[in-house]
T-cell receptor, first 114, second 113 residues
Framework: QKEVEQNSGPLSVPEGAIASLNCTYSDRGSQSFFWYRQYSGKSPELIMF????GDKEDGRFTAQLNKASQYVSLLIRDSQPSDSATYLC??????????????FGKGTHLIIQP | DGGITQSPKYLFRKEGQNVTLSCEQNLNHDAMYWYRQDPGQGLRLIYY???????QKGDIAEGYSVSREKKESFPLTVTSAQKNPTAFYLCASSALAGDSGQYFGPGTRLTVT
């Protein structure tokens, strides 16, 4: 059974600080990794994906992947109140969008305090 | 505008009735997916399809059925055999190749009483 684990939170971070969200996965053969942001009552929105070990930066977001440790993280710099949401980690055993669907964690609830 | 549409946004049904949820995409994506989300839970895969006229069961397919007669459309039927149908249903699509991810529609919130 493929599993993706996230701390449910809530994770409370002051405005302007760095928010760090973590995710571990059980399937060592997983190839691609995704972070989604989900506001309450809304559908998930893709914000980052990463395939290779190391860091990938996009604006205020940085995704970090360590396949040896089966660990992926998302850093949000200069956190804003609008970043308050649930962040879902998703894992795919295939590269690309995922032929067989993604395995999702339950999400981390992030609160940015003004 | 390219995107994924789902209708209706809210749906109410009586127990014992079948109901069909619509999903349409104009992103020219080959693959489409249905997920279910329950409060405090992650998304769980119901069915997926990589090509027209072909689809595969996901982790929780019992009580659901799908069809894929057109590339753009992937409707989901929640049958009376589904024991706990009340949930937030999410449709997604993706390209099969290249760097990409799955993109979600706005969802349909189904309540069965």
């Amino acid at each position: 059974q493929k599993e993706v684990e996230q701390n449910s939170g809530p994770l409370s971070v002051p405005e302007g600080a760095i928010a760090s969200l973590n995710c571990t996965y059980s399937d060592r053969g997983s190839q691609s990794f995704f972070w989604y942001r989900q506001y309450s009552g809304k559908s998930p929105e893709l914000i980052m994906f990463i395939y290779s070990n190391g860091d990938k930066e996009d604006g205020r977001f940085t995704a970090q992947l360590n396949k040896a440790s089966q660990y992926v993280s998302l850093l949000i710099r200069d956190s804003q109140p609008s970043d308050s949401a649930t962040y879902l980690c998703a894992v795919n055993p295939y590269s690309g969008g995922g032929a067989d669907g993604l395995t999702f964690g339950k999400g981390t609830h992030l609160i940015i305090q003004p | 505008d390219g995107g994924i549409t789902q209708s209706p946004k809210y749906l109410f049904r009586k127990e014992g009735q079948n109901v069909t949820l619509s999903c349409e995409q104009n992103l020219n994506h080959d693959a489409m997916y249905w997920y279910r989300q329950d409060p405090g839970q992650g998304l769980r895969l119901i069915y997926y399809s990589q090509i027209v006229n072909d689809f595969q069961k996901g982790d929780i397919a019992e009580g659901y059925s799908v069809s894929r007669e057109k590339k753009e459309s992937f409707p989901l039927t929640v049958t009376s055999a589904q024991k706990n149908p009340t949930a937030f249903y999410l449709c997604a699509s993706s390209a099969l190749a290249g760097d990409s991810g799955q993109y979600f529609g706005p969802g349909t919130r189904l309540t069965v009483t």
